[in-house]
């Protein structure tokens, strides 16, 4: 994806437009061009987004954070932001100490594969793989082999879970077990890895992911 | 055999434990954790799914476990890496009320075959799997996600040599 970007004169700078005005600070910009490899999909899963100008100038915290260097009205342009959850989660990934344990356990899942004559996905394998190496502070999962795919579930001594089966590169079949007074509820579906991110690290479901 | 033809056969009483075998892919030694489909579809789960009843084969415990780890091994490859789950019938159907199925346990015991030997202790759990439910499906895991919540023990399928019988 490509993001524009407007740089802004310092305080310190001036310049001359075409019909000779002067320009204060602030009032010039050039647009710069910014390019990533990165899909909005990585983007959301770090608690990012991109947004529109006109948005920005609608967030609240914009009007009290402004910049020496924006000045609105500005021309299009678009804006890496914090998402909510990303401004109240701050996600970031960390080293998982049990890492090498749960790829041990998912060669040891191939190897029964083989024994059992079960089928193996590799994408669902690398997948999980690569959701655990993405996840912030959490515990190490339990790791199981379903109708060829990866699943990892954390359930905690109250017996809630998080059950998520890796459905190829991107697809994640989840299963939520979330006590409600004394019961246990569900919440199930099929969705993208970035999403289940997001919802398994806001503030109601990541006990579960600590334990 | 259709499930309406298991009607009239008995049924394990609520107040019975049974336990299924569970393959390496089902258990992770490494958290002591069991995922719920071990309650899934196998190969070997025709008209039901597979259980055993606990105390059919001895009253002891141990030795009970030990006959049903015998008489398995007659009818199938044991995995290394493979564990019986135990849940207690009521507690189970009661974990699968919400699916509004048509779901119970009945006797099935199997008569001696060949090298296999007889199972008196062998059950059915008719209506799991679900009809037309793939291995793994959104329904399937939760029915295994609610009966793992009822789990009450698990024990190996492989039990290591003791060093005084080596």
């Known amino acids: ?211 | 055999m259709s499930a309406s033809s298991y009607a009239d056969r008995p049924r394990v009483d609520r107040h019975e434990n049974v336990t299924r075998y569970a393959g390496g892919s089902h258990y992770d030694a490494t958290t002591g954790e069991v995922n719920g489909s071990a309650f899934d579809r196998e190969a070997k789960d025709a008209d039901g799914l597979s259980v055993n009843r606990v105390g059919v084969l001895s009253r002891d415990k141990d030795e009970d476990r030990a006959s049903t780890r015998r008489v398995l091994a007659t009818r199938r490859t044991l995995g290394r890496t493979a564990i019986f789950v135990e849940l207690n019938v009521g507690a189970a159907l009661e974990a699968l009320a919400e699916f509004e199925e048509d779901i119970f346990m009945c006797h099935d015991a199997l008569e001696k075959e060949g090298d296999k030997a007889a199972n008196p202790a062998h059950a059915l759990v008719i209506g799991l799997p679900f009809k037309g439910e793939a291995v793994g499906s959104l329904k399937s895991e939760l029915a295994g996600d609610r009966l793992r919540g009822v789990v009450c023990d698990t024990f190996p399928v492989i039990v290591p040599l003791a060093a005084s019988d080596a």
């Not at chain 1, 579906?189 to 991110?197: E, N």
């Open chain 1, 1 to 211: 994806m490509a993001t524009n970007s407007n740089s802004y004169l310092r305080e310190d700078q001036t310049g001359v437009d075409r019909i000779g005005k002067i320009f204060r600070p602030a009032q010039r910009f050039d647009h710069q061009l910014m390019r990533t490899r990165l899909t909005e999909e990585d983007f959301a899963e770090r608690g990012l987004r991109v947004v529109a100008m006109s948005d920005v100038l609608e967030m609240e915290n914009f009007q009290s954070s402004q910049s020496a260097f924006v000045s609105p009205p500005s021309r299009a342009s678009q804006w890496l932001e914090l998402t909510p959850a990303g401004e109240q989660n701050a996600v970031r990934p960390v080293a998982h100490a049990w890492m090498s344990i749960v790829e041990g356990r998912i060669a040891e899942l191939r190897d029964i594969a083989v024994e059992e004559d079960l089928p193996f996905d590799e994408e669902s394998a690398q997948a999980a793989v690569r959701f655990l190496r993405r996840l912030p502070r959490a515990r190490q999962p339990s790791t199981f082999l379903v109708g060829g795919n990866i699943r990892l579930v954390w359930r905690n001594q109250d017996g809630e879970q998080i059950g998520l089966q890796f459905r190829g590169a991107d697809k994640v079949q989840f299963v939520y077990l979330e006590r409600e007074g004394g019961d246990l509820d569900s919440t199930m579906g099929l969705t993208s890895a970035a999403k289940v991110m997001r919802a398994i690290t806001s503030p109601s479901m990541k006990r579960i992911l600590r334990g």
